[in-house]
Nanobody
């Protein structure tokens, strides 16, 4: 099986920072794209940032200049450094990864983490 384990969420004041981590483990042969999504209460889940296997990165316009996504391929881990946090960033943040399993080469399957709560409030 494959699991994505997220950590780093919590409560922070506006203007503060948090760093999220997501590690993929299990019967993994390789990992393609990895990214972060978030979902606020009563709203749809939205893409926050993605780090593609080719090295390119993309950010939602609302977080550009404040968030930074990075990746450690040796650890199958993706990070999200969040600076200058705003109350509107409050949401459950989900890690997503396209994983090639050892027993099913050539096919990538999307997996999701359980989510980590980020609350920005004074």
């Amino acid at each position: 099986q494959v699991q994505l384990v997220e950590s780093g969420g919590g409560l922070v004041q506006p203007g503060g920072s948090l760093r999220l981590s997501c590690a993929a483990s299990g019967s993994i042969f390789g990992v393609k794209d990895m990214g972060w999504y978030r979902q606020a209460p009563g709203k749809q889940r939205e893409l926050v940032a993605v780090f593609r296997s080719g090295g390119s990165v993309n950010y939602a316009d609302s977080v550009k200049g404040r968030f930074t996504i990075s990746r450690d391929n040796a650890k199958n881990t993706v990070y999200l450094q969040m600076d200058s946090l705003k109350p509107e960033d409050t949401a459950v943040y989900y890690c997503n990864a396209e994983v090639e399993r050892v027993f099913l080469r050539g096919r990538f399957v999307a997996y999701w983490g359980q989510g980590t709560q980020v609350t920005v409030s004074s």
